[in-house]
């Protein structure tokens, strides 16, 4: 019988005096992977924020190893072997791998750094974790899966031993988020209790070990994943079964809505061309940080392309003019909400309004009149929190990604670049965005999903266009292909 190593004894935590945890009691045993699992708002992120020092609980205790921790802080969580590798990556882009690896640690007699025992030591960190990569390589050289195992080969070298990773598969590709689960099973090899949170519930029954599932801040399921299944973990989370089915579309218009010819854009675009109907959805499936990022970068107009035309309802759009883009109807939704998305500072009913009024022009708002004509939008797209308008920042991540979907797609557009567009909802959100973006079509808007997620695309697109290395390396109706046949195509080529 193995003793844990974390315990949380009775936690609750409340803000404004709302409660986001009540009476949280969970075990961490090492050599195990223990998923936390719950709906948009649940409490998770509140926990692990308990547990790794960044917040203090208003009741109940922490134990590592059998000892009380009173006043955990981030600096004393990590000395007793508490990490947590956030979904934001948090390396100096600019350092090598090594460096990144061994900041605040650097071996030196006096002020000379002896960087041959920087390489070395960083580069066993890598291997004792079977990580295949260079410890002189510039960390913002790296994929994002990879900047993620060097974030954790960097906390289990400094001494974690509970190590936290929050949705650390999110917007990866097939063969990215595979290497991160591998990683997940060798740290579990290796004697550390993993910390996993994650939305995909197959991806939680493959990993883990242990799950607890919260709702409205309290623990409804405990228990080892063989003892549920899929239906099981939604029932305890959303309190009901969730269906989303792809819908019997009618054929879209012939008319085309959003027209890309030839677009290039260093390594990430060559020789692009699409075609998306009005009423249809196509979604460019690749790894991620391939095309579509940068898809997104070149049709909102936030860069310029090297070559290539966009054209939206048959008119051409000016490149690299973000006005221009805008005037000609298309909406580009970005998947990194955090950096590109939304205003921090800024409350929920100014963000979820932002661009309607930029597109009336308009400069100001009475703050009575703003609660109005933000609350059908807040509705729609079932914005949750607990206090009534917070600054943005203060929701759950995936409330976050609600707003900023109703930014956009509330501003009546006629073509939209939906970019990982269920990123960081949980099911029942998904669900219900998957059915907000039927209704798009039902309306006539041309959709251009890009996407990191095959099962999305297979719930969501008419077509789907495999891209790597920037080329168009296939095309498929969505209904002529299963779902494995489509990952097969992403990580080798046409079938
Ligand atoms: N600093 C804060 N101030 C006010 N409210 C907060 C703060 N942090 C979290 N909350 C609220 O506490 C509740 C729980 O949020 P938490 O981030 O823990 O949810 P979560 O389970 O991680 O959700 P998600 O899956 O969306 O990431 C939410 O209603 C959130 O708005």
Not at 10 to 24: E, I, N
Not at 40 to 55: C, D, E, F, H
Not at 199 to 219: K, M, N, W
Not at 433 to 459: F, K, N, P, Y
């Amino acid at each position: 019988m193995k003793t844990p190593v974390l315990r949380v004894l009775g936690v609750s935590k409340s803000f404004g005096g709302a409660a986001a945890l009540r009476d949280v009691s969970v075990e961490f045993l090492p050599g195990e992977v223990h998923a936390l699992m719950g709906m948009n708002g649940a409490g998770k992120s509140t926990l692990v924020q308990i547990i790794s020092g960044a917040l203090n609980p208003d009741a109940g205790l922490l134990e590592v190893d059998g000892h009380t921790q009173s006043h955990l802080t981030p600096r004393r969580a990590r000395k007793v072997g508490i990490s947590c590798v956030p979904q934001r990556r948090e390396l100096v882009m600019t350092l090598t791998v090594a460096e990144n690896i061994m900041l605040g640690d650097l071996p030196a007699s006096g002020s000379m750094v002896h960087w041959n025992r920087v390489r070395a030591t960083a580069q066993r960190a890598l291997t004792d974790l079977g990580i295949a990569i260079d410890a002189d390589a510039v960390a913002g050289d790296l994929t994002v899966a990879e900047q993620t195992m060097v974030e954790v080969a960097r906390e289990v070298r400094r001494g974690g031993k509970v190590l936290i990773l929050d949705e650390p598969t999110a917007c990866l590709g097939p063969e990215a988020a595979a290497q991160i689960r591998e990683l997940v099973l060798r740290l579990r090899d290796n004697g550390v209790a993993v910390v996993f949170i994650s939305h995909h519930i197959s991806e939680v029954l493959h990993l883990a070990d242990r799950i607890t599932v919260l709702r409205d801040g309290q623990v409804t399921w405990a228990g080892l994943a063989k003892e549920t299944d899929e239906k099981g973990l939604v029932r305890d989370m959303v309190g009901r079964d969730v269906v989303s089915r792809r819908p019997v579309r009618p054929a879209g218009s012939p008319d085309v809505g959003i027209s890309i010819r030839r677009l290039c854009d260093g390594r990430f675009l060559d020789r692009f061309d699409i075609d998306v109907r009005r009423g249809e959805i196509v979604a460019v499936l690749g790894p991620a940080g391939d095309a579509q990022s940068r898809l997104f970068d070149l049709l909102s107009g936030r860069r310029r392309p090297d070559s290539g035309t966009v054209s939206i309802s048959g008119r051409p759009v000016r490149p690299g003019r973000i006005a221009h883009s805008l005037a000609s109807g298309l909406r580009c939704v970005t998947g990194d909400r955090r950096r590109l998305g939304l205003i921090p500072g800024l409350t929920i009913d100014e963000n979820v309004l932002l661009a309607q009024d930029r597109l009336d022009g308009r400069r100001l708002h009475r703050w009575g009149r703003l609660a109005e004509r933000a609350a059908p939008l807040r509705d729609d797209y079932r914005v949750v929190s607990l206090v009534r308008n917070p600054p943005v920042e203060q929701l759950s991540g995936g409330n976050q990604q609600k707003v900023l979907l109703a930014k956009w797609l509330g501003t009546a557009p006629s073509a939209v670049l939906l970019e990982d567009p269920t990123n960081g909802v949980d099911v029942a959100a998904m669900a219900e965005i998957h059915s907000l973006v039927d209704g798009l079509t039902g309306q006539g808007v041309a959709v251009l999903l890009a996407s990191s997620s095959a099962e999305e695309v297979m719930r969501l697109a008419d077509r789907v266009v495999v891209v790597r290395d920037g080329r168009r390396i296939a095309e498929y109706q969505v209904d002529r292909i299963t779902r494995d046949e489509l990952i097969a195509a992403t990580l080798g080529g046409a079938l």
